[in-house]
């Protein structure tokens, strides 16, 4: 049996009022900008953050991911260091966190690159291991913007470390999934090291098209030890507060 109510008419005057302020509400809502978002530089096609007297050469031959650190460092707290002695302390303190005890000469492993970004640049930073290559460029791109930090990439299949330090994209990553990113900017220890003719690591804040980049950004192996990370395109990145 159906029970049919019939509500007063000043009664149902005030639902119908209720309901429109509710849905405008709603609306107005709607139309505010996420609190994430809402901080951040305004989209202007892409972001850079690299700046004059950021960069670091790596003091040694097995210091990238050292050398790395001091550069994101820089970047994000605004200074200007590029002493050895800071290195050697970063490095230390990542092979001392590292998942697997690997030679010296081998440099640090991905958790240990975490682990010092973490505890010398920002709280935020966590690895990312992603299934394809346009997965993992398409998750540094939209942290990388909705943090304002630098990302830190494996090249090489591990064997090197790159700071990801820019892109351009036809939309705002922060605020859509509709984009495709036109170019990225990169910046690798190794400059001024190696010789200036010849070597693995371009001028610091080059540019590179998508194409470019996935010669250099490769899947990770690692001939010592069969690592979790295996086969996979490894990044750190910062994550949104």
Known sequence: MVVRTHMPHRERVLALTLAAVLVIVGLAMAALPDSATAALPTWRGGVDLYRPGVFTTQKTWYWCTAADVQIMRNIVHHK???KKVQQR??????RAHDRYPIPVRDGVDPE????????YVDPGYRLVASGSFKKALRSAVRSLRLTNLPVGITVAHGNHAWVLTGFRATADPAVTDDFKIKSVRVTGPLWGLQSRSYGYDMRPNTKLTRRQLKRFFTPWHYAGVRMTWEGRWV?????PG
């Open 89 to 94: 302390r970063f490095f230390q303190y990542m």
């Open 235 to 239: 990044s750190v990145q910062p994550r």
């Open 80 to 82: 200007t260091n590029h």
């Open 112 to 119: 240990g690159w975490a682990a010092g970004l973490r505890r």
